[in-house]
């Protein structure tokens, strides 16, 4: 038996796929605006700005030859690339 396709069903549909796009528009906006501003924060994480070299309370700028210059803590730890 074959039936008719209701336009109230063919527009709950386009109108669910709509709804569905501009949300995940609005969350992919919002993960992007995230990481960005996670990759690029211009403080150190006490809250203060770094010095000249890009290095935190704490940290000496150091050459480690192949891997440039980071910002390396003054007793034992990971260095990481200075703060722009």
């Given amino acids: 038996m074959k039936q008719k ?21 609005l969350l992919a906006v919002n993960v992007g605006n995230t ?13 203060s700005s770094p010095d000249n070299n890009g290095c935190c309370v704490g940290e000496i700028y150091t050459n480690m030859g192949d891997l440039g210059f980071n910002c390396c803590p003054e007793g034992n730890g990971d260095c990481y690339p200075p703060i722009k």
Avoid: T
């Fill in 5 to 25: 396709i209701n336009i109230y069903v063919i527009a709950l549909c386009i109108l669910c796929f709509i709804c569905g796009a501009f949300a995940g528009y």
């Fill in 35 to 47: 990481a960005y501003r996670a990759n690029y924060s211009s403080l150190c994480p006490d809250g």
